[in-house]
């Protein structure tokens, strides 16, 4: 059974910094691309960061260049996602992703969610 486990989000002041995890199993972790997506109140799932099974990090957008970074633990089956200075408008619902397995052509990879966690950036 897949499995991905995000850790519990949280309140966290203006400026301040939170790690996210996300534990899988029941899949080949490490041939998987992982990716974190967000999603606010109101507005459309948006793609964080993504990290390919090599260990690469890609397609970080604008809004999180500098400030967040991905990386993974093909040990351990985790994905994190350290977050620094947090600005208010990250608040959202944090879900993780995985897409795979690498060797397979993109059109009939699978896609996998985790359940998602609440991020709350507030004075």
């Known amino acids: 059974q897949v499995q991905l486990v995000e850790s519990v989000g949280g309140l966290v002041q203006p400026g301040g910094s939170l790690r996210l995890s996300c534990a899988a199993s029941g899949f080949t972790f490490s041939s998987y691309a992982m990716s974190w997506y967000r999603q606010a109140p109101g507005k459309k799932r948006e793609l964080v960061a993504t990290?390919?099974?090599?260990?690469?990090?890609?397609n970080s957008p604008d809004f999180v260049k500098g400030r967040f970074t991905i990386a993974r633990d093909n040990a351990k089956n985790t994905v994190y996602l350290q977050m620094n200075s947090l600005k208010p408008e990250d608040t959202a619902v944090y879900y993780c992703n995985a897409r795979g397995p690498a060797f397979i052509v993109i059109a009939y990879q699978t896609e996998y969610w985790g359940q998602g966690t609440q991020v709350t950036v507030s004075s």
């Open positions: 990290i390919t099974s090599a260990g690469v990090s890609t």
